[in-house]
Every structure is written in structure tokens, then in C-alpha cells.
């Protein structure tokens, strides 16, 4: 009867609790919503592209990293059927959906939520088997961590594995302690045994991805001291260890173009578009072909980059030296116009300077690049 008492009670505070917290949690999103309107209607645009990722591979997804490799397209064809959005002003380039559960649907498909909503309930049933302190405690932790991934992407850092892996383990511990696997030593002792191979090998993993990180890091110093040129090879010895790292590829890609070897450049970019969407990677691009003089592929690589981040002022100006370029002065006039008009989110002495050129440009005057 005690017990039942105890567990009565811990069950009656864990659901009050869960109500405090989650009245608690819609009082705090309406206040921030108010108080945060551009920021959060930002992250409703972001949530509105990725259910349309979801929607259209539901069952299977993307894969791990499919987010970054599609979403900015998402938002490009967003853009491309709403043009006049209230939500172009606030976009930008996007590498998280801002929801561990919108992720995780991306990656894996919906059926993911599924074996989610199980593996709660499962561990809810381990405490009802076994109630325990350290087991209300950790239902608390996991529902805490559960709440933050609606709003942000906690697991991308390594402290909240570690705390959602002790709570895990500690309501299944509690729960089947008396189970075989617990009281055979020699399950433990082979289990301990291969973790500590594996932990070997992944040091050695860690160690050598060390020397290839700083390696990175001087190379990417040095060409932006102005030895591009003396940099390549090493950017090029490094791409066998960072082959599937997207901001290794875009920064070779980049310091390529600058280096004006433009097919080397596409070549790259072609790897990275693999695993990254991304407005930068559309201008790296843009620029390779504007150097090959291949104007039809850079205006399309413009034009995306456009509708990814329609707040942006560098690639319509980049489309107004192409249409210079290809003599058509019509377009190009609209598109100065354009420019001019244009509200700035963000001012700077760049998105100046490039108003002052286009007006300079409609005044008949040269216009200087």
C-alpha cells in the first residue's frame, strides 16, 4: 500500500508537472511571439518549406544530412510560386529547421515519430514498472528535452546525448535489473570489451580528423593572406579527407574561383551541391561561369540564388552585369530600377555602394564593376 501510495504520488506530480509545463510553454510562445514577431514568423516559413520536404518523401526521407542538401531549394520554389510573400524580407540561408522532430522526418520519414511516440510510452511503462526517484528524474530530463526539440535542435550538442542516454538507461536499468542480461558478467565483459576496440579505433578516427582540421585551418589562413595560388595543393591533399565535408568543399571551391581556375571550381561544386543547398554555393558558381563567359548558366545560378534569399542585393546585381554582358540593356535598366526600389533589411556600406552604381547606371553614366 506504501508503495502504491509513492507511486500514486510521483505519477500525480510527473502529470501536474507535464501541465504546468506545457501551459507554461504556450503562455511563453505567445508572449515571444510578440515580442520576437520577425523571428518567429522566420522560423514559420522555415517549418512551412520542411513540411513540404516531408510531404514529398514521407515514408523514406533524405538521409542523414538531407536537410542541408535540399531544403534552400524547398524554399527557392517557395519563393518562386509566392513572389510577393511577406516572408521574402525575413528569409535567409537555412542549415537547420529549427525542430529536432521536423529533422528527424526529413532524414528518416514520418514513421520515425512513430518509433518516437513508442520509445516514450515504453519508458513511461519501465517507471510504472520500477518507480524510483532516479527514474522520476529522468522522465523529467527526457520530457524537458523532448519540449526544447520543438523549438530548437538541442542534440547537436554532445551534453544532451549524454544526459538522454544516462536517463534512458536508467529507467531500463531499474526496470529489468533482475533480468539474465544484468546478472550475466560475461555478456558485460564482452560488451565493455568491444566498446573499448571501438573507442580505440574511433580515437585514432578523432586524432587523425585533429591533424586534417588544423591543417584546414592554416591552408584557409594562408589563402586569405593572399597565397591562393600556393594553397591549391594542399586544398587538393585534403580532399580526400574531407570529400563529403561540405564547407571544406565550398571553401575550395571559392578559393578556386578566386584563383580563376573556373572548370577546377565547377568541378568541386558539382561534390558539394551532393550535400549542400545553399545560396553561397550558388554565387561560387555564377562567379565560375561569368569567368568561362557561359552567361545563360550564370543567370540561372543567379536567378536561384535570388529566390533563396529574395533580401539579398549581390545577385541581382551580379544578373545586372550579365544582361550588360549579353546586351540587354532593357533588362538590365529594369533591373537597376529594381534595385533602387528595392527595401533593405540591413543596411551596409556595400548594398550603398551598389545603389549608388545602379542609379549611376540609369543617369547613362558608365558603370564601373
Not at 169 to 176: D, E, P, R, V
Not at 271 to 287: G, H, T
Not at 354 to 362: F, P, Q, Y
Request: charged share 20%; glycine share 4%; proline share 3%.
Amino acid at each position: 500500500n506504501k508503495n502504491k501510495f509513492h507511486y500514486k504520488k510521483h505519477i500525480g506530480s510527473f502529470l501536474l508537472c507535464l501541465s504546468f509545463l506545457l501551459i507554461s510553454i504556450f503562455v511563453i510562445s505567445v508572449t515571444v511571439y510578440h515580442l520576437k514577431k520577425d523571428s518567429a514568423d522566420g522560423r514559420l516559413l522555415i517549418w512551412r518549406c520542411t513540411w513540404e520536404m516531408i510531404k514529398h518523401e514521407p515514408f523514406t526521407g533524405y538521409g542523414v544530412g538531407g536537410f542541408s542538401a535540399h531544403y534552400m531549394d524547398y524554399q527557392a520554389q517557395y519563393f518562386k510560386e509566392h513572389p510577393d510573400s511577406q516572408f521574402a524580407i525575413l528569409a535567409d540561408n537555412i542549415k537547420s529547421p529549427f525542430n529536432e522532430y521536423l529533422s528527424v522526418g526529413v532524414q528518416f520519414g514520418i514513421l520515425t515519430w512513430v518509433l518516437l511516440i513508442a520509445a516514450g510510452i515504453f519508458l513511461i511503462l519501465c517507471h510504472r514498472k520500477h518507480p524510483t526517484k532516479a527514474g522520476y528524474v529522468s522522465l523529467l530530463s527526457l520530457l524537458s528535452i523532448a519540449v526544447f526539440s520543438f523549438f530548437s535542435y538541442p542534440f547537436t550538442y554532445p551534453f544532451i546525448w549524454i544526459i538522454s542516454a544516462l536517463s534512458v538507461s536508467t529507467l531500463i536499468g531499474k526496470a529489468y535489473e533482475n533480468t539474465l542480461f544484468q546478472k550475466t558478467t560475461i555478456i558485460k565483459r564482452g560488451i565493455a570489451f568491444f566498446l573499448l576496440i571501438g573507442s580505440l579505433f574511433l580515437l585514432i578516427e578523432v586524432v587523425s580528423r585533429i591533424k586534417a582540421e588544423l591543417e584546414w585551418g592554416k591552408v584557409a589562413h594562408m589563402s586569405l593572406c593572399g597565397r591562393t595560388n600556393d594553397m591549391l595543393p594542399r586544398y587538393h591533399n585534403l580532399l580526400h579527407t574531407f570529400r563529403r565535408n561540405p564547407y571544406f568543399l565550398y571553401n575550395y571551391s571559392a578559393e578556386l574561383c578566386v584563383a580563376e581556375k573556373y572548370k577546377e571550381c565547377l568541378a568541386i561544386t558539382a561534390i558539394c551541391c551532393n550535400y549542400w543547398s545553399d545560396y553561397n554555393l550558388e554565387l561560387v558558381q555564377a562567379e565560375a561561369y561569368i569567368g568561362l563567359k557561359q552567361y545563360d548558366a550564370a543567370k540561372h545560378h543567379l536567378e536561384k540564388a535570388t529566390l533563396m534569399c529574395p533580401v539579398r542585393f549581390i545577385p541581382l546585381y551580379r544578373l545586372h552585369y550579365v544582361y550588360m554582358k549579353q546586351g540587354k540593356a532593357e533588362k538590365a535598366n529594369r533591373l537597376a530600377q529594381l534595385i533602387i526600389e528595392k527595401p533593405i533589411k540591413k543596411n551596409s556600406t556595400i548594398i550603398q555602394k551598389i545603389k549608388a552604381e545602379m542609379k549611376h547606371h540609369l543617369s547613362r553614366k558608365t558603370c564601373l564593376y
